[in-house]
């Protein structure tokens, strides 16, 4: 399969499942809600040596999607159950609370599970209830004024690791490549790509063939300069930079839309050659994005 | 004292030692080096609830001054000595080595104190050494390429905690009075602000007078909305809003300069009426920085 | 009239017929559109002194309602019909062809009255045609390779000069109120604000009562430094600064559309207390939108 | 001569005397100064087909080297004798004066020549003077506040048309090239780069070889897709793409260092091979900078 000229695949990315939050930051202005998120998002791009994996979803403005009408972003926090609950917890109470301006809302209202997060003995006292835009908030009296939020999150069963490869004929054309890519992700609803920029440079395998300690090494057979050092390297011939989207989601439709509409942006850069998607052979995760299918 | 209407208090900043690694990470352009050290130093606002302080020291463009000649941007990474090895080995293998086109550099060569980072274990037995600026540095091939790093970072002991409080007739004044300071203290070299756009909206007392539980909780006396519930408010008349600077750094000195010019651009805000700063009467913290000395 | 406890005026904007021109930039990323947008756009805030008005209107990303499938933005540019030809011409010649990989496309493919723009001489022989995206275009070849455009652009007569006032207690509420309302408008299709950051900081009056020479002058009655030396001041009591929001687009709907959403967002900011807008009586302008109405 | 494995060509940049303003332009935060500065300089690339060429120079932060004490930015105005005068004033009044909480600042206060730029008469009386910095200014009512400004402007004759031609492998490595260098000539002081992103995708020559009414037209010696098809290509084997750097400066030494700077910064970027620069074979500019003697 061909797009713009560009080869496609015929591979799959292989997901797992996450315990995923939803939390809508609302602050005066854009600007501000964004400088919250991206603290509270931040050193979580992947669950193998972060506490978790989180990033920005989507973002509101004008306000009238918001529970209290102001701009807003939401942002995913995906994690295992039990360090989930923790994370939203301490990412919540030390990057957000503590910034200028900001309310914060449940972004999953219907889930059936919830975590509790009592931010509201931070007000030694002082706090009070108030319902904001039909939902029970605490009020928190701050130096900057009140601190408005939400105290019980929705938590659902979304994907992790779903991804695709944009290789390219030089280092550039594949950054360039995956940037155009991970820009139009960022407008996918339901998704967030948790690396830095959304792009990952230094793909793992499981584990390591040579040094027994380490839970990952790099993933050989996709680095180029080992194209001709080791024996089955999956590099096409031509390649000279591969970079990964990671995506993670709510739902499987969601990381397949992203997916689809990443690629698409890719092929439109002039020097990336080849989409291709990690997977494990299909032992480990239960979901099987298929390229083919999705675009 | 005065600085263009604005009362500044007759008070100091308590601040406290804490351990600093400085790293120096470079990539292909700023844009991309900022992208690396954003999500490395995110989750890193305060050592109460995150793994550690953190943020952007400093940036190098052109890239005369970065030991591979590359647009680059330093980090400081502040902890307890124990915390301060492992979060940076999990920030710089999770959010820099996955970055796209990125090499890190130890920001502190004459330091006594070192920290060993092997990521070169990642490589699988495919590293190898180079140098590069006179440094001795590990290539891993990664799917971009390769990363080059060095493995061995300064550890100094710096100052936490440096602070001062702008104080706004409204809460925008205020905002935008601690928005000029962060932007203003951003091109000062040797120190960061870890909070979300270098500005703090709920500064906190340690423990808690009605909850046994907690650690920390809202600093009364500092809310303004509490004015006149509680009996001893230290918000003065007519000031609204307070916003706190909290500054880490590699010394005494830095930290200081850091206040006053910070201080000096609030001051220059139309709105901004009080600049203050907090400390526990002088029991907790070796440092003292009093306002009316360093401006 | 109230909303979130604001004032709003019971007042109207008076707008006046314009002629504008829609045109969609793309590139290889939305970055590059924006840089090639934002210089086509420049000084053109106003049509007194610059040679037309112009913004930017709307982005894509995802591409996939470009017609080269590329991330893009689109600027609408407004003048009179004869100056918007030349303004045209010379802001895609000088702006867009030269930026690093565009393509330009009509943004109003069903106007009846259409202004040709003949870059493709600028090919000197080498041009030529092609379809994209079903659009009949010309292909330059240029130093960074082909340049795309098509070269017949729809203008239609659209509306200048919406506008409305935000007031607040101090300067810094007023600037963010403004700020949050040029964010929100942002989002509005068919619409831009030609000001820097979308803002005026200083209105004008038609003529002046001391300089006969001068075609426009401060507006003293919305002056607050002057509230209590000129007879008829319109600065409501405690109001200390006004901004105004200046709209222009492609037909009234879209204006107070635009109106709306910007009044709504700037009445969410603190501090913010009174809404106007501008008006010569009713004796200049055909179109009347009244603040009561729209909202 | 070779830069990091990149060919320098043998030859120079041949440039021009053109008269320049340096205003500075101050606001209450950085953000407003660059706001009013990006208007400001904007459809200013090339004194072919707009009414000057302009750019932002410097950026003030902290605040300590404007008069005023605020944040800022300087932008240069390049124009002839006649034009630049015209434009200076209408770019002030329409795109600075209009901008939130802006000042200007006259930006070489030993200039033999000043243009005089008498915004106060906008004040309609209301005006009046006050010394800010040392400096003689007028301050003048309007919307926001008082806006600020010093009515006397110096003027030089300095140095239009610097350049150089970053060329690369393939279209994204030249971009990426030409990127790297225009972020660091845009920290180098006295010169601007006027083509949006500081890169120029579509060099032309004097006149037209077809069309007896263009003025200009493509280079299509520098074309790579015409390599083939012009008899004296001088695109060097394997360039598929070429930008070029622009560069005016108050004085040939700026224009220099702002060059070699470049061209260090794109030389590091892979997939850049070969540096040249443009020149008439020294007809017609006075200035000769020759890329072996600056580097």
Redesign the interface.
Known sequence: MEINGVTIDNTYAEAFPTWICRIIITA???E?AF??A?????????A????CEAGIENEF????ETP????GVSILICASKKKLKEQVV??L??????????AVFNGIQNAEEKIPVKLH??????EYQKEVGGRKCWV????????IGEEEFGMVKGVAGGNF?VM?????????G???AS??I??VKGVITS???G??????KVG????K??V?????K?????RE?VPDSKVPAGI?????IVIDGLDEKSVAEAMA?GI??AC????VKFISAGNFGGTLGPFKIELHKVL
């Open positions: 005066v202005t854009q501000w400088k919250a991206t603290e509270a998002t931040g050193f979580a791009t992947s193998i040596g972060c506490p403005i004008p306000g009238n209290d009408g102001r701009p301490e990412r109470a030390e990057c957000v609370l503590t910034a200028p301006t900001t003995f931070f007000g030694d006292g002082y928190i009296p701050i130096m900057n004024g009140e601190y490869f390219g004929e030089n280092q550039m054309a594949a950054l360039m995956a940037k155009a820009d139009t960022a407008k690396f830095p920029g792009i990952v440079a230094s793909g793992s390591s063939l040579k040094y300690f380490m990952a090494s790099t993933n050989e996709y680095c180029p300069t080992l050092k000279k930079a591969i970079y990964e509409t698409k942006a439109k850069v002039p020097g």
